[in-house]
């Protein structure tokens, strides 16, 4: 079992086995803070299995200082390949929206499941002065 993709993007859809990520990005910028990022994001990944497996899937959403920027989503898989031995693909997509950041500094979206642990880095930084 494995992640294949992980990432924060503008928009996501999974159909037919087919997984569309539009926009892409690790860095925010805002001039001023606290502020609240409305259009949003979308947290996306790809677990690729063989194998039946069970267990939480869990995602944390933590500020510079280790606190939670929104609750944590924790969920119960299973996962059952559809033909025995064949790799399948899980594909999830979680939106946040509208999310409020305290402070610039290095943001981290962090997931477990299994033998999978991952996390994602958000920088969201002040705009420079012109």
């Given at each position: 079992m494995k992640l294949s993709v992980f990432t924060l993007c503008d928009y996501a859809q999974s159909s037919l086995g087919k997984l569309t990520i539009v926009g892409a990005f690790n860095r925010i910028y805002s001039d001023q803070f606290p502020f609240a990022y409305r259009q949003g994001f979308?947290?996306?990944g790809r677990i690729?299995?063989?194998e039946p497996y069970s267990d939480k899937l869990n995602i944390e959403f933590k500020d510079?200082?280790?606190n939670n920027v929104l609750p944590s989503v924790s969920s119960d898989l299973k996962l059952e390949p559809q033909i025995e031995g064949r790799e399948c693909a899980f594909d999830f997509n979680l939106a946040f929206n509208p999310v409020l950041f305290h402070k610039?500094?290095?943001?981290?979206?962090?997931?477990?499941y299994g033998n999978i642990s991952e996390s994602l880095?958000?920088?969201?930084?002040k705009k420079k002065k012109k």
């Open positions: 979308n947290v996306v690729v299995f063989t510079p200082d280790g610039p500094g290095v943001y981290k979206i962090h997931l477990s880095t958000l920088y969201v930084d």
